[in-house]
């Protein structure tokens, strides 16, 4: 399985990028929204773990692009803030699977990514 994790903070990116590979998977890693757009043009995916506040771009526009580029990419929001806690994340994303908060354990975060991996929609 192919992952894009777009995460602005590169010692949680590492830790989550380590995990998944340990559990099998492909990983690649972005920090802000133009790195993750241009890797997205050239670069296949399965799912893209996505923290809702980047440093530099938004969180929006990647999933957006990817909607575009890349339409059967399912995307997984993360994030440390309450905002769209109300899960209107789902309406403003198509491609939206789960929103999770960027505490969520390595092993719990690679079940989500087999899972929305694994099956359609």
């Given at each position: 399985?192919?992952?894009?994790?777009?995460?602005?903070?590169?010692?949680?990116?590492?830790?989550?990028?380590?995990?998944?590979?340990?559990?099998?998977?492909?990983?690649?890693?972005?920090?802000?929204?133009?790195?993750?757009?241009?890797?997205?043009?050239?670069?296949?995916?399965?799912i893209?773990?996505?923290?809702?506040?980047?440093?530099?771009?938004?969180?929006?526009?990647?999933?957006?692009?990817?909607n575009?580029?890349?339409?059967?990419?399912?995307?997984?929001?993360?994030?440390?803030?309450?905002?769209?806690?109300?899960?209107?994340?789902?309406?403003?994303?198509?491609?939206?699977?789960?929103?999770?908060?960027?505490?969520?354990?390595?092993?719990?975060?690679a079940?989500?990514?087999?899972?929305?991996?694994?099956?359609?929609?």
């Amino acid at each position: 399985m192919k992952v894009l994790i777009v995460e602005s903070s590169e010692p949680l990116g590492q830790i989550w990028q380590r995990h998944l590979e340990r559990q099998g998977m492909i990983v690649s890693r972005c920090g802000t929204q133009d790195a993750a757009t241009e890797y997205l043009s050239t670069h296949a995916v399965d799912i893209i773990v996505l923290n809702l506040v980047l440093e530099e771009g938004a969180a929006l526009a990647v999933a957006d692009y990817a909607n575009y580029r890349q339409p059967a990419a399912r995307v997984i929001f993360v994030t440390n803030t309450s905002f769209f806690s109300d899960g209107s994340i789902f309406s403003h994303s198509s491609n939206a699977r789960a929103f999770l908060p960027s505490t969520t354990p390595p092993d719990d975060l690679a079940a989500m990514i087999e899972h929305y991996g694994t099956v359609d929609g």
